[in-house]
């Protein structure tokens, strides 16, 4: 099983791009297998859509290669664009055309035989949620439904590998749950990696996750497992009415020390009982004006802002 798991993914190796001088992606690396959403995270600016248009052989990298079931997108970008179902962030859709109109004119473009692409429109208008729709224009249909259209989109020539950038940008409450559910019976037959910057969105629906920052792989791992790792460390958080010295809190041997601005601190430990009694002993000791003292849970946003602050 794990030979075909291998022979189905998309693989990362040693990605490097270059946009005139700047360089936008260093060495990144990381595989992405059936069965399990993978979580691509990182702030904007830092790299996913670039790492996902390269993937998809939109893009070539100046160095590296993406794999798509063992074959190269450097050497065959054609091959792999057809071996993925990818929407990108700004959804393009016809408006003036109808869903099964617009979803042939898709399935052409792949040479899909007329009774292959019948089925198939059938199949992912089903899957999606696009049947009772299917007479309206695109055009008419709700942000949600829309969206709902991309994803069809993205699976009418049947493609095992799904990329998504950014699919739940701009949904009401109610269409997130029902996008985020499609995206889970997706996955269950799909490779599929949903690219974000809203960290709640993995935390509903992923469970690997990369978090990538200026370009640079800071952290992959199981979901739970990279909360796990991370659990480790604690944040206190310190605030007082006078301003702050960092040097102050070197003595504690914290792990971290990030300082918000002149009057609140961040100490970051895997000792949060003992830090906390010498933090209120220093603030004793010095005579500052308390006004607050927590910790900080750390849940995937804390460890995603840990890893993505003050980094050069």
Known sequence: ????????????NQLTKYFGY????????????????????????????????IATGFLLPDGGDVLVKGVSVVKHPKVVSRMIGYLPEHNPLYLDMYIPEFLSFIGGMYQLKPDVLKSNIQKVMEQC??????????????????????LAKTMVHDPEIIILDEPT??????????????????????????????????????????????????AQDMLQRLKSSQGGRFSLVLQTEEPLQKEW????????????????????????????????????????SLVELKQEAQDLETIFHQLTQNRP
């Open 249 to 288: 809190f070197e003595h504690m041997n914290p792990q971290k020390i990030r300082q918000d601005d002149p009057c609140r601190i961040t100490l970051t430990t895997s000792q949060p009982k003992e830090m906390r009694k010498m933090i209120m002993a220093f603030v004793q000791e010095k005579g500052l």
């Open 129 to 150: 949620g696009l049947m009772a729709e299917k007479n309206k224009m695109i055009g008419q249909l709700s942000k949600g439904y829309r969206q709902r259209v991309g």
């Open 22 to 53: 700047q360089k936008a992606l260093s060495k990144v690396e990381f595989q992405a297998k059936p069965g399990q959403i993978l979580g691509f995270l990182g702030p904007n600016g830092a790299g996913k859509s670039t790492t996902m248009k």
């Open 169 to 218: 940008t701009g949904l009401d409450p109610n269409q997130l749950v029902e996008i985020r559910a499609l995206i889970k019976s997706i996955s269950q037959e799909k490779t599929l990696i949903l690219s974000t910057h809203i960290m709640q969105e993995v935390e509903a629906i992923c469970e690997k996750v990369v978090i990538i920052h200026q370009g640079k792989i800071v």
């Open 1 to 12: 099983m794990s030979g075909i798991f291998q022979f189905m993914s998309i693989e990362v």
